[in-house]
């Protein structure tokens, strides 16, 4: 199953093509010659991403810090001002205009740094992915070697045999 996505990280766009991970016994060679550089590519991406992601969470914190005083200044010149019990004037403060304007800017901030989350998440995958790959790529080498020895045994012991006889050979004194 193949299919090709792409996320942004710091603004530059990131294929996940699952393509990459295809070999076939004439392609594994190459594969396993190139894997590598994807591999630490998508490291790295999955790095910035992390950074990206703190970043926002640091962000998220800013701007509830901000919703609070907001919300406490409203509160406080409310009871002072109007009067009342706790729960009319929390229910006023909450329908205030910078109140709720500052509630909306966290949950707007709040909202990129889900979809921030989900990228590393997807970063995360697609390199367990390829992880999980190159292990697939290392056993279809070794039964491919495997296969090989099978095939090639008889002139492989016949080689053997050849080389002791000329040990022999060469280490009897004719003469």
Not at 68 to 80: A, E, G, N, Q, W
Request: a negative charge.
């Amino acid at each position: 199953m193949e299919y090709k996505r792409n996320v942004t990280v710091y603004g530059q766009s990131v294929d996940l093509d699952t393509a990459k991970l295809a070999f076939s016994e004439g392609t594994l060679s190459e594969y396993l010659e190139t894997e590598g550089g994807w591999i630490d590519y998508y490291g790295a991406k999955l790095a910035e991403a992390e950074r990206q992601y703190a970043e926002m969470e640091m962000e998220v914190e800013r701007e509830e810090d901000e919703y609070d005083r907001v919300y406490s200044r409203v509160f406080s010149t409310l009871k002072t001002t109007e009067g009342g019990s706790d729960k009319l004037v929390e229910g006023q403060s909450k329908v205030e205009p910078t109140v709720v304007a500052a509630r909306k800017k966290v949950l707007e901030i709040k909202t990129k740094s889900i979809e921030l989350k989900y990228i590393v998440r997807l970063l995360q995958q697609h390199l367990r992915a390829w992880d999980k790959n190159h292990e697939n790529a290392q056993n279809r080498g070794n039964t491919l070697r495997k296969e090989l020895e099978r095939l090639y045994k008889d002139k492989v012991t016949t080689s053997a045999y050849e080389d002791k006889m000329d040990d022999i050979i060469k280490s009897v004194d004719i003469g």
